[in-house]
C-alpha cells in the first residue's frame, strides 16, 4: 500500500518563513499525488542542540510508510538515506533540498512544487562510500575525502568531525587530510567506476 511522511528538519534561524512555504508545498504534493502526506513539528526544530534526536524520532514514524519526502539541507538527507540503509527499509526517498547552505533554498525548490501542476519523480544514483571495501555511508550530493564536513553548530557555519556525525553527534573538528600521498581513491556511482590520480600524481610541490 502506498503511503507519504515528510521528514521536516529546519534551523531555528528561519523557521517562521519556512513553515508556511514547507506547507503549501506538502498540500500541492498531496493534491499532485491524490494522497494525504502525513507529518508533524514534533522535534524539527531540534537542530541546535547538536545532535540527530529529532530526525529519529520521524524517521520511526516514517518507517510505516512506502514513500518518505524529506526537507532539510545535504546533512539531513544523508543521514535519512543511512538510516534506510541501515535498518534496509524498503522506502522510497524523496529528497526536496531546503538546508541554510543551499543555493536560493526554497526560493527555487518548494516554489516550483507549490504552483506545479504534475510532478515526476527522477531516479537518482547515491554514491556509495566504502573504506576496504566496507560500506562506510551512503551519499548524495557529495562524498568529501577528509575528517570533517561543513554544518550548522548553533546557528554558525562550522567544520564538524565526519566520523561523529554519522552516530547523530555534532562537534566542531579542524578538518585534516584522509590518507597520504599514495592514497588511491575509487568513486564508484551506479555502474560508474572512477580512480582518481594518487595523491603525489596531483600536486607538484615547486623550488
Not at 520511526?60 to 526537507?71: G, I, L, P
Not at 534496509?88 to 504552483?115: E, R, S, W, Y
Not at 552516530?167 to 560508474?192: D, F, H, L, M, S
Request: proline content about 1%; charged content about 15%.
Amino acid at each position: 500500500m502506498t503511503s507519504y511522511y515528510a521528514i521536516i528538519n529546519l534551523n531555528s534561524n528561519s523557521v517562521k518563513n519556512r513553515i508556511k512555504d514547507i506547507e503549501e508545498c506538502i498540500n500541492q504534493l498531496s493534491k499532485n499525488l491524490n494522497s494525504q502526506i502525513f507529518f508533524d513539528y514534533e522535534g524539527a526544530f531540534s537542530e541546535t542542540n547538536g545532535t540527530w534526536d529529532s530526525i529519529d524520532i520521524q524517521f520511526e514514524r516514517a518507517r510505516s510508510h512506502s514513500h518518505v519526502f524529506v526537507f532539510g539541507g545535504d546533512g539531513t538527507q544523508t543521514y535519512v538515506l543511512n538510516l534506510i540503509a541501515k535498518y534496509q527499509c524498503d522506502i522510497v526517498f524523496i529528497g526536496i533540498a531546503c538546508g541554510t547552505m543551499n543555493i536560493n533554498p526554497l526560493t527555487n525548490h518548494l516554489k516550483k512544487v507549490k504552483t506545479a501542476n504534475t510532478l515526476s519523480l527522477v531516479a537518482q544514483d547515491a554514491i556509495k562510500c566504502e573504506l576496504n571495501n566496507d560500506i562506510v555511508s551512503y551519499a548524495l550530493v557529495d562524498s568529501v575525502i577528509t575528517t570533517t564536513c561543513v554544518a550548522l553548530v548553533d546557528g554558525n557555519i562550522s567544520q564538524i568531525s565526519a566520523e561523529k556525525i554519522l552516530n547523530g553527534i555534532k562537534e566542531r573538528e579542524i578538518p585534516q587530510c584522509i590518507g597520504g600521498v599514495q592514497t588511491t581513491v575509487v568513486i564508484k556511482i551506479g555502474e560508474a567506476t572512477i580512480t582518481l590520480p594518487q595523491m603525489s600524481e596531483i600536486y607538484t610541490i615547486s623550488a
